[in-house]
């Protein structure tokens, strides 16, 4: 069973956590104003509409990722290495 679904908008990064200790124990943790809170909401409703239910067992995933060619990769000669 297959299922496709896009996600709107340019991918965010996962955002390395950060530590705090509170008494004897450390706690990591993603500020709360980091885009990836919203990147992530906008996958799950975009996998909530397309009928994507949570597994029951072993999955496979394919990610296509489009991104737009940066300006700074072509020069006079053409393509950089």
Known sequence: MAITFSVPG???PQPRPRITVRGKHGHAYV?????IHA???AVAVAARAAGVRQA???VSVI???V?????SHLNKS????
Do not use: M, N
């Not at 500020?31 to 885009?35: A, G, I, N, R």
């Not at 053409?78 to 290495?81: A, E, F, M, Q, R």
């Open 67 to 71: 991104f737009a060619r940066p300006k």
């Open 31 to 35: 500020p709360s104003d980091h885009p």
């Open 10 to 12: 340019d991918p965010v």
């Open 56 to 58: 029951t067992g072993p």
């Open 39 to 41: 990147y992530r909401q």
């Open 78 to 81: 053409g393509v950089k290495p």
């Open 63 to 65: 990610v296509d990722a």
